[in-house]
Nanobody, 112 residues
């Protein structure tokens, strides 16, 4: 059974930073591409960042240069470092494994 557990969300002022973590279990973590998505109230769930099994990355235009996705296969964990946060980054952030499995989400709120 796959489990994805996100952590690291919270309330931060605009311009601040947060680091999200997603710990995975139940599958061979290194064999899966991983992603972070976010969903604001009343909006669809959108891609934030992806990282492949060989650590190639891709980002939504809105977060390029501010967010960094990384993975630690030894810890079965994917991270999202978020810098220069803006109020429009406020959303529930979800971890995804293999474009199939989802975590429960973690709330990120950026105050102006």
């Amino acid at each position: 059974q796959v489990q994805l557990v996100e952590s690291g969300g919270g309330l931060v002022q605009a311009g601040g930073s947060l680091r999200l973590s997603c710990a995975a279990s139940g599958r061979t973590f290194s064999s899966y591409g991983m992603g972070w998505y976010r969903q604001a109230p009343g909006a669809e769930r959108d891609l934030v960042a992806l990282i492949t099994t060989d650590a190639r990355t891709n980002y939504a235009n809105s977060v390029k240069g501010r967010f960094t996705i990384s993975r630690d296969n030894a810890k079965n964990t994917v991270y999202l470092q978020m810098n220069s946060l803006k109020p429009e980054d406020t959303a529930v952030y979800y971890c995804n494994m293999g474009n199939y499995y989802w975590g429960q989400g973690t709330q990120v709120t950026v105050s102006s």
